[in-house]
């Protein structure tokens, strides 16, 4: 939880965002992470300083388990001074606790963004889904429960001005802002109406303008003239035998088939699993983990 100290921006964990999200493909299937095409409504957590502490605490992260399908979880929560928003003990359930930093009892809007983490923490746990080291564990699951429906509100509770500043998870606002554009791609939901924090609403569409270049690499026909004109070049080299593999700063890369044709490997634009095509000139191409079709001029 960043508190009045400074915010950092930008896209430093992008590679960790889109692993997590062919993690989330993969573990889930495409079915399953279609079911939460809804994401959790603002009306269903909201906190108003007139509601008791407790009782409303308990609310919204029975309103999370249930988004987030988890009938047989209950979540206690509690209250006490630490240094970070939230915490919570993953045992065997069905019980959980989770404590909730002090600061939450006097800023109780953002309390469902605290649970919408700690409550995905539970749901992965279940999963047995996770990425090895706290870092990126911490990443996977601000991501998980942004594309499932929640994280929303973990960027609305993202405020800056001149003199303080807050936010809270591990992701950038504008990483949140990426993975919700990534969301709002697939499901056709618009989360800015929802936005109270100014900052909030910027970092989503930064973060649109990242998910959008996403579908705009080269192979896919999207891909703008720069970018066509670096693959015809580094396409050329491949058949001449120059230079297969990776290439720097581009997200494709050619390999030899044996005897087949040449073949170019670049990431799905929605899921971020890697796709191996023929060369071959114009193609349209199917991702196996969440069905995206794309057209490719290869």
Same mark, same amino acid.
């Given at each position: ?77 509690? #209250? ?77 509770? #993202? ?35 929802? #936005? ?103």
């Amino acid at each position: 939880m960043a508190n009045g100290g400074p915010v950092e921006h930008g896209y430093p964990h992008l590679d960790t965002v889109r692993a997590a999200i062919t993690a989330l493909y993969r573990r889930l299937s495409y079915d399953t992470v279609r079911t939460f095409a809804t994401s959790v409504l603002p009306a269903d957590v909201a906190f108003c300083d007139q509601d008791d502490l407790h009782l409303g605490a308990q609310r919204v992260a029975r309103e999370l388990v249930r988004h987030y399908r988890l009938p047989d979880a209950r979540m206690i929560v509690s #209250f006490r001074e630490m240094t970070h928003a939230a915490n919570v003990e993953l045992a065997a359930g069905p019980e959980y606790f989770v404590e909730l930093n002090d600061r939450f009892r006097t800023h109780r809007r953002d309390i469902g963004a605290a649970l919408a983490h700690e409550v995905m923490h539970v749901y992965l746990h279940r999963l047995d889904l996770s990425f090895p080291g706290t870092r990126d564990n911490e990443i996977l699951t601000d991501t998980a429960a942004t594309y499932l429906g929640a994280g929303w509100l973990l960027l609305d509770a #993202f405020r800056e001005d001149g003199v303080s500043s807050q936010k809270l998870g591990y992701l950038t606002p504008e990483e949140f802002g990426y993975v919700l554009a990534k969301r709002a791609l697939v499901f056709g939901e618009d989360p800015a109406v929802w #936005f109270t924090s100014p900052q909030a609403y910027t970092a989503y569409m930064k973060g649109m303008a990242q998910a959008r270049r996403d579908e705009q690499q080269p192979p896919l026909t999207a891909a703008g003239w720069a970018g066509r004109r670096r693959y015809a070049r580094d396409r050329r080299s491949a058949q001449d035998h120059l230079a297969v593999g990776p290439h720097p700063g581009v997200p494709y890369s050619f390999t030899p088939a044996g005897r087949g044709p040449l073949r170019v490997c670049f990431p799905c634009p929605t899921c971020h699993q890697r796709i191996r095509v023929p060369v071959r000139g114009r193609v349209r191409a199917r991702c196996g983990l969440c069905r995206t079709v794309l057209e490719c001029d290869t």
